[in-house]
């Protein structure tokens, strides 16, 4: 799973990589600390203009979709099983229809060892940023009128894999990664080879996550409420 991440930067320091058109103007600050229900930013290709723009947006971290009654739905869906997201009606739609790329700088990832939980720092080795699958989905809140922009929420879900290699021994799932060229046929809105491209990104994940480090940091990353960036030094430093 993955249910902390980092966003060290904001905006085309973040994404330049994604070539985004457009920048939200509500983006979240810079954040160590990102948990489910927190804001994010995410990449998504709008399909209303031809050709499509690409756009950076601030969104909740936890998939809300169209047919809900209320967002608490979106606090079990933080993240989705790529394996399984064309068969789950949570997922499906957005996945042939509302996929999205979240940028990090890191994960936090917990290795369980006697009975302990250690949270660890998952970056790439490089300082580049980390590209995860992602589906997003908008909301429209019935008790708001209809014209207060408000009523309409964008959320979205972090896509997971087995994890593999030295990740593997830290948790048995991990982000479904993506390079610049998958990110750009995962967000491509006129595909029709979704499976396609999903098995694709899920093949090329494996080589991505062996260019990753990991070390542990302390176990103050668990309580929401922090959040600097004293939270990613490694743990004994």
Not at 85 to 109: C, G, N, S, W
Not at 171 to 192: C, G, I, Q, V
């Amino acid at each position: 799973m993955c249910g902390r991440f980092v966003v060290a930067d904001v905006g085309s320091e973040l994404v330049g990589v994604l070539r985004v058109d457009v920048e939200g103007d509500d983006l979240p600050a810079p954040s160590f600390n990102i948990a489910p229900t927190a804001r994010a930013a995410i990449v998504l290709d709008s399909a209303k203009t031809d050709p499509p723009t690409r756009r950076l947006e601030s969104a909740r971290w936890g998939l809300v979709p169209a047919w809900a009654k209320d967002p608490s739905i979106g606090t079990r869906a933080f993240n989705a099983r790529s394996e399984e997201v064309e068969d789950k009606p949570m997922f499906r739609q957005a996945l042939i229809k509302r996929r999205a790329v979240v940028p990090a700088t890191a994960y936090y990832e917990w290795k369980t060892e006697d009975g302990v939980k250690t949270p660890h720092f998952i970056h790439p080795a490089d300082g580049s940023p980390l590209l995860f699958a992602g589906l997003y989905e908008w909301w429209k809140d019935p008790a708001k009128a209809e014209d207060d922009p408000a009523r309409w929420m964008l959320s979205f879900t972090i896509m997971t894999r087995d994890a593999v290699g030295s990740l593997g021994s830290i948790h048995d799932r991990m982000p479904l990664f993506l390079d610049a060229d998958h990110a750009d046929a995962w967000l491509d809105t006129e595909a029709d080879n979704v499976g396609d491209i999903l098995d694709a990104a899920i093949d090329a994940a494996p080589a991505l996550a062996d260019t990753l480090e990991a070390y542990a940091v302390d176990r103050a990353v668990g309580n929401v409420r922090n959040d600097s960036p004293s939270l990613i030094e490694r743990l004994g430093a």
